[in-house]
T-cell receptor, first 112, second 113 residues
């Protein structure tokens, strides 16, 4: 079952602009992770934010987590054409399920 | 270089045939996972294994089988019982039982003719 739901499904921006993607989930979590997938390739882990954290940064990435609203956002600042990819959130649900649950992803296109 | 290797990259199968997708990791990770991805969709978990000689069904295990005889290997067999096997298959691994970070292979694209 898919817990994460990304929004928007697709996003097209110009190079240099910021891109914001959102993820909503349904149950309590231990952590939430964001992954990137280039077309036809495997996923690459970007960042993990724990349930007791509210914000985390990694380079041009900024992730926020609001556990009261069961939502997270991924901000990519000063986007580049190379950021074009699909971005997925994945949740680690509380209760010891030992497996991540992925959303359907946001397809980001950064136009040069 | 440590990582996960999936093979083959592309595979064509006739209806009624079983096929086996290979997944090998040299990261010394305990846990391994198989996901299925359909166009425009997220990842759905097929099977996962936390330790050698043990594995659990995921959300869509019907028509698939796995084995975990060695820590580094987790092959997936797509059987003829899988009604719609055309998809992109992704193997992943993580260090511990709780998936703090998954490392993915490059995927195998299976097409049924």
């Amino acid at each position: 079952s898919q817990q994460g739901e990304e929004d928007p499904q697709a996003l097209s921006i110009q190079e240099g602009e910021n891109a914001t993607m959102n993820c909503s989930y349904k149950t309590s979590i231990n952590n939430l992770q964001w992954y990137r997938q280039n077309s036809g390739r495997g996923l690459v882990h970007l960042i993990l934010i724990r349930s007791n954290e509210r914000e985390k940064h990694s380079g041009r990435l900024r992730v926020t987590l609001d556990t009261s609203k069961k939502s997270s956002s991924l901000l990519i600042t000063a986007s580049r054409a190379a950021d074009t990819a699909s971005y997925f959130c994945a949740t680690d649900p509380k209760g010891g399920s030992e497996k991540l649950v992925f959303g359907k992803g946001t397809k980001l296109t950064v136009n040069p | 270089d440590g990582g996960i290797t999936q093979s083959p990259k592309y595979l064509f199968r006739k209806e009624g045939q079983n096929v086996t997708l290979s997944c090998e990791q040299n990261l010394n990770h305990d846990a391994m996972y198989w996901y299925r991805q359909d166009p425009g969709q997220g990842l759905r978990l097929i099977y996962y294994s936390q330790i050698v000689n043990d594995f659990q069904k995921g959300d869509i295990a019907e028509g698939y089988s796995v084995s975990r005889e060695k820590k580094e290997s987790f092959p997936l067999t797509v059987t003829s019982a899988q009604k719609n096997p055309t998809a992109f298959y992704l193997c992943a691994s993580s260090q511990g039982r709780n998936p703090s970070e998954l490392f993915f292979g490059e995927g195998s694209r299976l097409t049924v003719l």
